[in-house]
Structure formats: structure tokens, C-alpha cells
């Protein structure tokens, strides 16, 4: 098998956001589906196209993120579950996770979802949020905004 | 109840797969770079069979996830969200004392911290400042704000004004732009209920110079968010998307005489955000980007539009951009050299000039040492005399910069050490008043800011 140099660096440095992202990226894929399944194919083709794109992609790491969590709100489209609604079995059966959460999580709507995941569970700023999902700051901060009061209602968090 | 952020914490419990194989093979496994070593088959194998006996293993009391048949190693357990890396500290760079405008700061701490700022204005002799503000005390954490005016007669000391709302229980609202109409101020924003992603129009209209606001939601017109105004047309020109949560949305224009009646003029630019509008003589430009034919899958191609029919019908024009996957989006358009210069980007920070909103030049001023890889210019931009002034933020600390030429820009120092995006700026007589918003969940100390213009 030969690549050029170019290619070789392109793929070295997709390879160097997965070794340091591919981690937070799946499980806040997961976070945001509730499926393995859908995070794993999100994950894995965000990179592939990502490889195939080569040098065309100056920012790797906020190009993948971008593109993985559009894949995935794709799939759920597709398979009905992109907006609220009851938690996926395989989530509710997950022993790893904090029940409740994951329930109210599947009472935001999709981009509360994104945001609020990428805010709590990746700690991202508004900044990077924005860079990551492609949104307007404006746009982010407004889903920030009533996903926080959402999640907390659902909660039942009076604070 | 424990800390949100803690609770999001289980997730890390969850193992997780190495799919970088399953990413190699969709690539096409023509990617030299990760093939898998032959040389590991045999240690990949009792991996594989030790994974299907035992599953995860537990490190340090967390689960990882076991090495997958790749020569790459498997990624590693998260740290925080990882931001730009290399940008140099803005307070210490050089440029700070050689730019254009010498202006002496002060934090403005009449005004909660908790508020967020996203709109400046200076009408009617007096310093308006648009956004929401914090109704439990505790900050945007408990997500309960509501869209908010403050109006100053010296950018020092400020006071909320009244705002009449339609409904201010349970949904989310904000103001983002304010124009003076002969005397009527008119500020125009959004708002939408909690349970939705959609974003609606709403206007707030004054007739007592600002002391009191009747928000108006019975608008005609498309529904979406107003995001610009500019005078303009019969009166007044205002830009606004059909935001309902999804990427891409559509942008509209409507005017207006008064503010008080408004008419969608022309169609709507379809799969396109409008970020800026501003005028050029009788001709209208918007600034923004473009969904419809990207250079990359995935992203926005940065686009002017120009008018010459008060908004019936618009031009587009594909503004230069750095690279495909670029980020370097004008977020807002002011005047420059008889001409306009719009500024915006995060990472990628771009500014175009143009003499006639026709014709546009680009320059990669995320070149310029000025900005760090990190630096993020969100729609603060104001032009004190013909030089432009751009707020933003260094990944954390708000900064502002300012160039002779739009194209060699100059940091100030750094107004906030936490984690403030200036989203806001005006000007009025060398008196320079920014604000932003607080983007950690850690109290901010102040999210405006006063300037003079020492020089």
C-alpha cells in the first residue's frame, strides 16, 4: 500500500484527534442517542470521511465533532428517535448510567440535547460548542439556555 | 440534588469501543497510517479473546475500553474539552500597545454578572446594553432568564429598564439589536417556549426614551428569530432566520416604517444565516453564510448579499474563504474607508472589506500575531471613526482588537481573565462601552466593560 506524504500526515493527525477524542466523542454521542449502535456508526464514519477528505480539513477535531453529532441526529431522524421521547431500551438497561439523567436527557429536544451534553458532559464553552456543532453562538446559548431549565424541571431540581 | 456536571460524570463509566479500524475500512483502507500491524495479530488475538472473556478492564477505578485490532493505540480516557492548543496569553503580546486606538478600561460592575449581554447601543443620547437577565440570582445555570434592557447616561452606571412582557413565565426571550426611529426606539430579538427549539420574533418598542418597553410577538411575517437591524428602505430593514433548531435554516428580511408595523419584503435566502446587515448609500449589504452549495460537506460557504431595491430582491456574493472547512463566518458589517469591513471567525478569523458590497477582499487575519489560535469573534464589532473595533474572546478571556486596515490587527489587554465572549460593542464620542456574556459555569466577575479613547 502507498500514500503520499501529504496523505500520511492527514491521516497521522485524524488518528492523533482520535487517540485524544474518540473516547468523549463516542460516549457523548451515546449521551446525545442513548445507542451504542448509533454512536459507534456516527463515530466511525465522522473519522472515515474525515480520512477521506484529507488536507481539505485544516481542523480535524471540530470538523469530526461537527460531522459526528449531524450523522447521528441523521440516524435518529431516520429511525424516528430524534426528537424527545422515552429513553432506548438498551440506555434504560445500562447499568453504567445515572437512570434519571438519561431520562430527562430524552426530554430535551435535539439541539438542547447536543448542547447540553457538549456543555456538561464535555465541557465545552459556549466558544467551542459553537465550533463544534457548527451553530450560531446565539443559537447555542439560546438551546443552552432552556435545555438547563428543561433538564432541571425534569429533574426535579427546584434551584 | 448533586451538581448537573457531576451527574454527567457517569458517563465516563460507560466502556467504550476502538472503532478507528471500523473508521479505516469505511475510509476505503487505503490509509497506510493505520493499517493494522501484522506484527500485533498475535497479541491483537489474545486481546480480542481476553475483551470476550473479561470485557473491560478497570483502571483507576473507571472502565476502559480494551485495545482494538489497530496498530493505533486506542484513544485515551478523556481530559476536558480540549480547545485550540499554542495560543499565546493576549496580555502578553506585544501588539497590545502598538494598535491604532489607546483605550483605557473599566469594568462595570453596576450590572449583574449573571446578565447576558448581546446587544450595545448608543440612541438617543443614552448607552443601551440588550440581552437577558438572570430571574433566580444564582446565574444562567438555573436557566431561568428573561430578555432584559439596561440603559446608561454614561456607560457607568446602569439601571434595567421596565420591559411589558407578553408572557414572561416559562419561556426563553432575548434582545439582540435597538435602532432610534425619530425619537421611538425599537429593539428587536428572540424567543421561544423551553420545550422547543424553534426561535421566534419579537419586538420591544419605547416611546419615553427607553424607560419603559412593550414587547409586540404579533408579528406578521414568516415565523423566526430577528438577529439585525439596520435603518434602511422605508425605515427600517431587520434580518432574521426560520430558526426551528436544524442546520441549514432560511433568512428573511422584513421592514418597517415605524417599527411597530412590519412586511416581509422579497423571497427568503433559502439555506443561508444572515449575521449582519448594513448600508451603503440606498444600497442594503447582509452579511452571513450559505448552506446551499458548500465547499465541504457539512459546512457554510461565507456570503454577502447586496440589495438595491430596499430588500425585494438580493444579490449573493461567495465572500473568499480560507479553506473549506473554514470557520471564518462575518458575523457583523460596519462602515470602513467609504466602504464596509466585516469581521468574524472562530479559529479561522476572518475580515472582508468591500467599496461597494459587491466586490470583497479577504484577509487571513488569523495570520495576524494579534489573535490566538483560540480566538473567537462572535458579532462585537463597531467602527470608532474609521477605525474598526472587534470584541471577542481568547478561548476564555474577552479581548477586543482593532486595526488601521482591516487587515493588521492589534489586541487590547485582556478585559476578563474568566470566561467572557464580548458579543457586544458601541461607540459614542471616543467612549467605547462592550459587553458579553459568561460562558463557564463559574461566576463571572463582570460582563461589561467602559472605554475611553486615550489616543
Known amino acids: 500500500v502507498t500514500t503520499t506524504v501529504a496523505e500520511?500526515?492527514?491521516?497521522?493527525?485524524?488518528?492523533?484527534?482520535?487517540?485524544?477524542?474518540?473516547?468523549?466523542?463516542?460516549?457523548?454521542?451515546?449521551?446525545?442517542?442513548?445507542?451504542?449502535?448509533?454512536?459507534?456508526?456516527?463515530?466511525?464514519?465522522?473519522?472515515?470521511?474525515?480520512?477521506?477528505?484529507?488536507?481539505?480539513?485544516?481542523?480535524?477535531?471540530?470538523?469530526?465533532?461537527?460531522?459526528?453529532?449531524?450523522?447521528?441526529?441523521?440516524?435518529?431522524?431516520?429511525?424516528?428517535?430524534?426528537?424527545?421521547?422515552?429513553?432506548?431500551?438498551?440506555?434504560?438497561l445500562d447499568p453504567h448510567l445515572d437512570d434519571e439523567l438519561v431520562a430527562a436527557l430524552h426530554g430535551l429536544t435535539p439541539q438542547q440535547r447536543i448542547v447540553i451534553v457538549l456543555f456538561y458532559y464535555a465541557d465545552c464553552p459556549v466558544a467551542e460548542i459553537s465550533r463544534r456543532t457548527g451553530m450560531n453562538a446565539l443559537a447555542v446559548r439560546a438551546h443552552l439556555s432552556r435545555g438547563r431549565r428543561r433538564l432541571r424541571d425534569l429533574l426535579g431540581d427546584d434551584r | 440534588m448533586t451538581d448537573l456536571r457531576?451527574?454527567?460524570?457517569?458517563?465516563?463509566?460507560?466502556?467504550?469501543?476502538?472503532?478507528?479500524?471500523?473508521?479505516?475500512?469505511?475510509?476505503?483502507?487505503?490509509?497506510?497510517?493505520?493499517a493494522p500491524d501484522r506484527r500485533l495479530l498475535a497479541v491483537i488475538v489474545a486481546l480480542a479473546l481476553v475483551a470476550a472473556v473479561g470485557g473491560a478492564v478497570i483502571v483507576g477505578g473507571g472502565l476502559l475500553p480494551m485495545p482494538g485490532p489497530s496498530a493505533t493505540p486506542g484513544p485515551t480516557e478523556p481530559s476536558e474539552c480540549p480547545v485550540p492548543s499554542?495560543?499565546?496569553?493576549?496580555?502578553?503580546?506585544?501588539?497590545?500597545?502598538?494598535?491604532?486606538?489607546?483605550?483605557?478600561?473599566?469594568?462595570?460592575?453596576?450590572?449583574?454578572?449573571?446578565?447576558?449581554?448581546y446587544g450595545m447601543a448608543f440612541a438617543d443620547d443614552q448607552w443601551f446594553a440588550l440581552g437577558m437577565r438572570d430571574l433566580g440570582g444564582s446565574g444562567e445555570e438555573d436557566g431561568t432568564q428573561d430578555a432584559a434592557i439596561?440603559?446608561?447616561?454614561?456607560?457607568?452606571?446602569?439601571?434595567?429598564?421596565?420591559?411589558?412582557?407578553?408572557?414572561?413565565?416559562?419561556?426563553?426571550?432575548?434582545?439582540?439589536?435597538?435602532v432610534d426611529v425619530d425619537g421611538v426606539?425599537?429593539?428587536?430579538?428572540?424567543?421561544?417556549?423551553?420545550?422547543?427549539?424553534?426561535?421566534?420574533?419579537?419586538?420591544?418598542?419605547?416611546?419615553?426614551?427607553?424607560?419603559?418597553?412593550?414587547?409586540?410577538?404579533?408579528?406578521?411575517?414568516?415565523?423566526?428569530?430577528?438577529?439585525?437591524?439596520?435603518?434602511?428602505?422605508?425605515g427600517l430593514v431587520a434580518a432574521g432566520w426560520t430558526y426551528a433548531g436544524t442546520i441549514p435554516y432560511d433568512s428573511?428580511?422584513?421592514?418597517?416604517?415605524?417599527?411597530?408595523?412590519?412586511?416581509?419584503?422579497?423571497?427568503?435566502?433559502?439555506?443561508?444565516?444572515?449575521?449582519?446587515?448594513?448600508?451603503?448609500?440606498?444600497?442594503?449589504?447582509?452579511?452571513?453564510?450559505?448552506?446551499?452549495?458548500?465547499?465541504?460537506?457539512?459546512?457554510?460557504?461565507p456570503t454577502a448579499w447586496y440589495s438595491d431595491d430596499d430588500g425585494e430582491t438580493w444579490t449573493a456574493v461567495e465572500l473568499p474563504g480560507a479553506a473549506p472547512d473554514n470557520l471564518d463566518h462575518p458575523q457583523d458589517v460596519v462602515p470602513f474607508n467609504d466602504g464596509l469591513v466585516a469581521v468574524g471567525g472562530s479559529m479561522d478569523v476572518g475580515s472582508w472589506i468591500t467599496p461597494d458590497g459587491e466586490t470583497w477582499e479577504r484577509f487571513d487575519v488569523a495570520l495576524n500575531a494579534a489573535f490566538g489560535a483560540g480566538a473567537a469573534l462572535d458579532g462585537a464589532l463597531v467602527a470608532v471613526g474609521n477605525t474598526p473595533l472587534a470584541g471577542g474572546q481568547e478561548i476564555g478571556p474577552g479581548v477586543t482588537w482593532t486595526s488601521r486596515d482591516a487587515q493588521s490587527w492589534s489586541a487590547g489587554p485582556v478585559l476578563s481573565e474568566g470566561g467572557v465572549g464580548l458579543r457586544a460593542v458601541a461607540e459614542s464620542d471616543g467612549v467605547v462601552v462592550a459587553g458579553g456574556t459568561c460562558d463557564r459555569v463559574d461566576p463571572c466577575q463582570a460582563v461589561m466593560w467602559r472605554g475611553e479613547v486615550v489616543r
Request: zero cysteines; a negative charge.
Open chain 2, 252 to 301: 428573511y428580511f422584513v421592514t418597517s416604517r415605524d417599527g411597530m408595523a412590519w412586511d416581509e419584503v422579497g423571497a427568503p435566502l433559502v439555506a443561508a444565516a444572515v449575521h449582519g446587515l448594513g448600508a451603503l448609500g440606498e444600497r442594503l449589504v447582509a452579511v452571513g453564510v450559505d448552506w446551499t452549495d458548500p465547499p465541504l460537506a457539512y459546512e457554510a460557504q
Open chain 1, 8 to 92: 500520511s500526515a492527514v491521516s497521522t493527525d485524524v488518528e492523533s484527534v482520535y487517540r485524544a477524542d474518540g473516547v468523549r466523542l463516542w460516549r457523548a454521542l451515546y449521551a446525545f442517542s442513548g445507542d451504542e449502535d448509533v454512536a459507534s456508526d456516527a463515530a466511525a464514519e465522522a473519522f472515515a470521511q474525515a480520512l477521506r477528505r484529507g488536507s481539505a480539513i485544516r481542523d480535524v477535531r471540530s470538523w469530526v465533532w461537527r460531522t459526528a453529532f449531524k450523522l447521528a441526529a441523521g440516524d435518529l431522524k431516520e429511525r424516528g428517535r430524534l426528537s424527545a421521547g422515552p429513553v432506548p431500551e438498551a440506555a434504560v
Open chain 2, 6 to 34: 457531576t451527574r454527567f460524570r457517569t458517563f465516563d463509566r460507560v466502556p467504550t469501543p476502538d472503532y478507528w479500524s471500523d473508521a479505516l475500512n469505511r475510509a476505503g483502507g487505503d490509509m497506510d497510517a493505520g
Open chain 2, 150 to 178: 439596561w440603559r446608561s447616561d454614561d456607560g457607568r452606571t446602569w439601571v434595567a429598564a421596565e420591559i411589558r412582557a407578553v408572557d414572561a413565565e416559562g419561556d426563553y426571550s432575548v434582545v439582540h439589536d435597538l
Open chain 2, 86 to 117: 499554542g495560543t499565546p496569553s493576549p496580555s502578553a503580546r506585544p501588539s497590545v500597545a502598538a494598535g491604532p486606538l489607546d483605550i483605557s478600561w473599566e469594568a462595570v460592575t453596576g450590572i449583574e454578572s449573571t446578565a447576558s449581554i
Open chain 2, 185 to 234: 426606539l425599537v429593539a428587536i430579538g428572540s424567543w421561544g417556549a423551553m420545550q422547543s427549539d424553534q426561535l421566534a420574533w419579537v419586538t420591544w418598542l419605547s416611546t419615553d426614551g427607553g424607560a419603559t418597553w412593550t414587547e409586540s410577538r404579533d408579528t406578521p411575517g414568516p415565523f423566526g428569530a430577528m438577529q439585525a437591524i439596520t435603518p434602511g428602505g422605508p
